[in-house]
């Protein structure tokens, strides 16, 4: 799922061989709620502690429930594995794992060019925050560039993992870092392919990671729940813990990290 990067729209991936664009506002929780609870549960005696998640609750048991989208996107014949909206936001592109992505018209719906090349099925799609620019992972360990810029479509592979690639992600305008059940992170050029400028070894298999927009700060989650940070050439800079609050209603729960 990923939200419009200026409007109040969100994109799904589906295991029913769809992607769908939703109408999606957001209410944010109360200040005061965000602000109690921000200061430190050891600053909050019992019964306001009770008030606290009481208003968390309520607030949370108010959310709605979308069921129509505004827009079906279909072309795919297999699971849309993920889903993303290129830099301007007017298109967007698919990851199947009918082994190959889609860019498709945001507007319309309407299909514009199939990506296809890789070998087996797609694992992750990204698109870059500000260039016609998109990755696609795979499980033939490679993780291919596709540049829109050019009217002729430019593709580059890059090759250097040894198991299937489950993530790649722009970091910033020049790198892109990518995932692998081999158990390792690389850092790449864009502008050199050939080899990667970074490796980061994990103890598991990487199923996901992020990189902050504003500092390149590589968060990779590991199969014991902790969450290691690391900078863009690869040096560990701290970890998140295990939490250790969790405020539960019903089926709803919310993590606080302190």
């Known amino acids: ?51 606290v998640v009481d208003d968390m609750c309520d607030q949370i048991q108010e959310v709605s429930t979308l069921r129509t989208p505004t827009m079906e996107l279909s072309g795919h014949m297999g699971v849309v594995v993920a889903a993303d909206w290129m830099a301007e936001g007017s298109q967007v592109i698919t990851a199947s794992w009918d082994r190959s992505a889609i860019l498709f018209d945001a507007e319309t719906g309407e299909q514009i060019i199939t990506l296809t090349g890789h070998d087996q099925e797609l694992t992750d799609v990204r698109a870059h925050p500000t260039q016609r620019l998109a990755v696609t992972s795979s499980k033939d360990t490679t993780f291919r560039l596709f540049d829109m810029r050019d009217p002729n479509l430019l593709v580059n592979v890059f090759q250097g993992h040894s198991q299937p ?13 990518s995932g692998s059940d081999d158990r ?4 790449w050029d864009l502008k050199n392919m050939r080899s990667p400028i970074a490796t980061i070894r994990t103890d598991s298999s990487v199923n996901r990671l992020a990189v902050s927009g504003s500092h390149n700060c590589i968060a990779i989650p590991h199969d014991n729940r902790h969450i290691r940070l690391y900078d863009i050439h690869g040096n560990r800079i701290g970890r998140l813990p295990r939490s250790n609050r969790q405020v539960c209603c019903d ?8």
Request: hydrophobic share 35%; proline share 3%; aromatic share 6%.
């Open 184 to 187: 390792t992170v690389k850092v």
């Open 1 to 51: 799922m990923r939200f419009h990067p200026n409007q109040e729209l969100a994109l799904t991936g589906s295991g029913d061989q769809t992607a769908h664009i939703w109408g999606a506002h957001v209410s944010p929780l109360s200040q005061n709620v965000v602000k109690s609870h921000s200061s430190g549960e050891d600053d909050i005696d019992g019964s306001e502690k009770e008030d």
């Open 251 to 258: 089926n709803y729960c919310v993590t606080i990290f302190r």
């Open 165 to 177: 690639v489950t993530s790649a992600v722009f970091a910033g305008s020049e790198n892109v870092v």
